[in-house]
C-alpha cells in the first residue's frame, strides 16, 4: 500500500524560511513523480511543485518560482519543498501526492495516494 507522509510545517514569521519533507512508502515501480499541493480556508487545493524522482524534472507554480525550492534524495524516498521568503498568503496546509510524471502547471489531475498534510501558518 503506497503511503505519503509529510512533515515540517509549523508556525513561522514572514520573510522565513520552512522545509518539507515527503516520506513515500510502498510504491512498487521504483521512480515516480511527487507534487507539492496546498489548500488554504475556503479556498481550492492549489498545485505548488512537483519533481519526477527518475529524472529530476520539475515544475512550480508561478506564485512561488524564485522562493520554492523542490529536491529528491532517491536513497531516502524522500522529497524536499524549501521554501524561503515565506509570505502570509502562503498559510495553508501542504499536501504531497504522487504521479507518473512532472509537469507545469502542475495540476491536481492524475495525482493519487494523498498525505494526510502539513500546516504552514506565516504570521508576525
Known amino acids: 500500500q503506497v503511503q505519503l507522509v509529510e512533515s515540517g510545517g509549523g508556525l513561522v514569521q514572514p520573510g522565513g524560511s520552512l522545509r518539507l519533507s515527503c516520506v513515500a512508502s510502498?510504491?512498487?515501480?521504483?521512480?515516480?513523480?511527487i507534487g507539492w499541493f496546498r489548500q488554504a480556508p475556503g479556498k481550492q487545493r492549489e498545485g505548488v511543485s512537483c519533481i519526477s524522482t527518475r529524472t529530476g524534472d520539475t515544475a512550480y507554480a508561478d506564485s512561488v518560482k524564485g522562493r520554492f525550492t523542490i529536491s529528491r534524495d532517491n536513497a531516502k524516498n524522500t522529497v524536499y519543498l524549501q521554501m524561503n521568503s515565506l509570505q502570509p498568503e502562503d498559510t495553508a496546509v501542504y499536501y504531497c501526492a504522487r504521479n507518473d510524471y512532472c509537469a507545469g502547471p502542475v495540476q491536481l489531475r492524475n495525482y493519487r495516494s494523498w498525505g494526510q498534510g502539513t500546516q504552514v501558518t506565516v504570521s508576525s
Open positions: 510502498g510504491i512498487s515501480s521504483g521512480y515516480y513523480t
